[in-house]
């Protein structure tokens, strides 16, 4: 997928709500919720939050039963109270993301994650915890870098490297990020209890102080039946 010359930067509504949901990087690509399929009455849970933009906009317009927003860092989790803790069908929880999950078994129909966990989490620890956390037959959807942002191509085994980067406070800190190939993200799904159902990648051409990022874009379904 290319992006539309047409495409913008998503808006606000009032309250700071994006007026839609965006999986890309520069976040003003298609496409959007339609990934997650119908909402409504359904529990919803974000993986890496930050502060909650994408969760915040889902519990605002697509009627989930609810939308859990999970952000480890607590600077971000502060940052969605202060935003968007008053919307209605919206939880926003400090906690590493498996260790949620762990601790609400088969607790959501839907699972996505836009940069998030699944880059900073180890595969093998969140998308089992993943997997323990959706109902047999919920829906897992997530993007991440289809390479590094420096244009080095992706791991083709499930390593990660450490990448400095700045916490919201704007001190440095090194992190380890799973930048991988995607047949490597579709064995891990596998192994892990998914079925891809859908795969895509969404190309940038940036602009004169962007580079050109990739996003992979996934669909699984766990496997499983109720």
């Known amino acids: 997928m290319t992006l539309s010359p047409s495409s913008t930067p998503a808006a606000d509504h009032p309250g700071g709500i994006v007026d839609r949901f965006h999986w890309d990087w520069y976040q003003r690509a298609e496409p ?10 359904r529990a ?10 994408q969760a915040a906009y889902l519990a605002h317009s697509h009627w989930p039963a609810r939308v859990v927003a999970v952000d480890r860092d607590p600077a971000q989790h502060a940052r969605g109270r202060d935003r968007f803790g008053n919307i209605s069908r919206l939880d926003l929880v400090h906690d590493d993301a498996a260790t949620y999950l762990n ?44 390479h590094y942002r420096n244009g080095r191509p ?8 450490k990448i ?33 159902d859908h795969t895509d990648a969404i190309h940038d051409p940036g602009s004169t102080h ?17």
């Open 154 to 161: 992706p791991e083709t085994e499930p390593r990660p490297a």
């Open 44 to 53: 919803v849970v974000e993986l890496g939050a930050g502060s909650a933009r």
């Open 32 to 41: 959007g919720a339609e990934l997650l399929g119908d909402l409504t009455d």
């Open 103 to 146: 601790r609400h078994p088969s607790a959501f129909d839907v699972a996505y994650c836009v940069f998030g966990a699944l880059d900073f989490t180890d595969p093998h620890t969140l998308l089992p915890a993943i997997a323990g956390g959706l109902r047999p037959g919920g829906l897992l959807a997530f993007s991440t870098l289809a």
């Open 164 to 196: 400095s980067t700045r916490r919201p406070d704007g001190s440095p800190v090194t992190m380890l990020r799973w930048v991988l190939d995607t047949p490597v993200w579709h064995k891990l799904c596998d192994q892990h209890g998914f079925d891809i």
């Open 210 to 226: 962007e580079p050109p990022i990739a996003t992979s874009v996934f669909r699984a379904v766990r496997r499983g039946t109720a």
